[in-house]
């Protein structure tokens, strides 16, 4: 009795065990293992490790370029912090491609988190342009990014086929991947002759440079 017993418990312990996801650091704060620049095998000059912080060195004139991780994801959580300069744009993109021989660039294959300095950059008078919105897909919602220079905090979950954004605690976006309503999105958008755009729903994690200093930490991820 008391072996079926210990066999009970153990079972039950391990399936809780297993049960709970595991958060798995993307960035260690101090070096850029795990990442890598798109097309290469190692991460540029441009992009730094700073104060506990990735941040991209914008009067760096080589080694710069878009990074992505080294490893694939399906259906994740995905939590980091970005900073902004003034007058400053970046992006969190996601189930890119890793495969700069087909495809030029990580925005051919992956959606992206807007990172934006609203008020001083000019994609911040466009509705589906501005921090937190599925950029040019979705607007989101306003009133939850933080000013210029301080940290604001992102969930990117995909799920069963759900992609959720949010920032700072709100949901900015939300929508089903793959559906007529989705395809619509994409042909009102400006990806709209982008072949391979959105259309695999698994991939690599990108930061993106866009010619900003832009700073992000605390990226960590969970397999779903």
Same mark, same amino acid.
Not at 15 to 40: I, M, R, S
Not at 56 to 76: P, W
Not at 131 to 150: H, Q
């Given at each position: 009795? %008391? ?6 418990? /153990? ?9 709970? @996801?595991?958060?798995? =650091?993307?960035? $260690?704060?101090? +070096? /850029?293992?795990?990442?890598? +620049?798109?097309? @290469?095998?190692?991460? *540029? ?6 104060? *506990?912080?990735? +941040? ?14 080294? #490893?694939?994801?399906? $259906?994740?959580?995905?939590? !980091? #912090?970005? @900073? ?12 890119? &491609?890793?495969? %700069? ?10 959606? #992206?988190? &807007? ?11 466009? =509705? ?13 919602? #306003? *009133? ?8 604001? %905090? ?17 949901? +900015?976006?939300?929508? /089903? ?31 993106? $440079? ?12 969970? %397999? !779903?």
């Amino acid at each position: 009795m %008391k072996t079926v017993l210990l066999f009970v418990v /153990t079972t039950f312990v391990c399936f809780q065990a297993g049960a709970q @996801k595991k958060w798995v =650091p993307l960035f $260690d704060g101090k +070096t /850029t293992n795990g990442w890598h +620049t798109y097309g @290469k095998s190692t991460v *540029g000059a441009g992009w730094k490790v700073e104060d *506990g912080a990735l +941040t991209l060195d914008a009067s760096v004139k080589e080694g710069r370029g878009d990074i992505v991780t080294d #490893e694939s994801f399906g $259906d994740f959580h995905l939590q !980091l #912090e970005w @900073k902004i300069s003034q007058n400053g744009n970046s992006g969190i993109i996601f189930f890119v &491609q890793d495969d %700069k021989s087909k495809y030029d660039n990580v925005w051919y294959t992956g959606p #992206e988190m &807007q990172v934006l300095d609203n008020d001083g950059h000019p994609d911040g008078k466009y =509705p589906k342009h501005r921090a937190g919105n599925l950029f040019d897909l979705l607007a989101g919602t #306003e *009133g939850v990014v933080k000013p210029v220079g301080e940290w604001n %905090k992102v969930d990117i979950i995909h799920q069963n086929g759900v992609l959720t954004l949010k920032l700072n605690g709100t949901v +900015t976006a939300s929508t /089903t991947l793959g559906d007529e309503h989705w395809k619509a999105l994409i042909k009102e958008s400006k990806f709209n002759s982008a072949q391979y755009f959105a259309k695999i729903f698994t991939g690599h994690i990108s930061l993106q $440079d866009h010619g900003d200093v832009v700073s992000y930490r605390n990226i960590r991820i969970q %397999k !779903l």
